[in-house]
């Protein structure tokens, strides 16, 4: 895990303490520093003793700045980072595609509802796509 996370250049975060809406204090490797998290950023819920990452555009193979942290973070649509909130909880590129297409779908999808498609085939995609994601 920790030879994955170097390889995409990930830093892990813990938070310390909520300022308030997108605003915390963060320990990095033992460092504190100001975390400020702005625009659709701003709407990641951050609680007390929550990990999260700061994750370089370069890892995703966007061109960006360096990935150096000061002491004051803010993560925004120009930021050389994004932040990544609750790591520990896996969301499946699917998933991911699905809420980017129709977040109706996607949710419906997800509670259980229908997914919009319903021959045998699509029934079987479906059934086959939930088994490898699972793994």
Known sequence: MAE?????????????EVRGRGEATIQ????TKALKLTGDWARAELR???????VPWSALGEPSRAHELGDE?????????FWVAAPEIFVSPTA????????R????MATGGS?????????????????????
């Open 4 to 16: 994955a996370r170097k390889a995409v250049q990930t830093t892990r975060c813990l938070i310390t």
């Open 28 to 31: 990095i490797d033992g460092a």
């Open 48 to 54: 007390v003793g929550a990990r999260g990452h700061l």
């Open 73 to 81: 973070i803010t993560v925004d649509q120009t930021s050389p980072c």
């Open 96 to 103: 991911v595609v699905a809420a980017t297409g129709c977040e």
């Open 105 to 108: 779908r996607a949710w419906l």
């Open 115 to 135: 997914s919009g498609g319903a021959s045998k085939a699509a029934a079987l995609g479906a059934a086959k796509h939930a088994c490898f994601e699972g793994i």
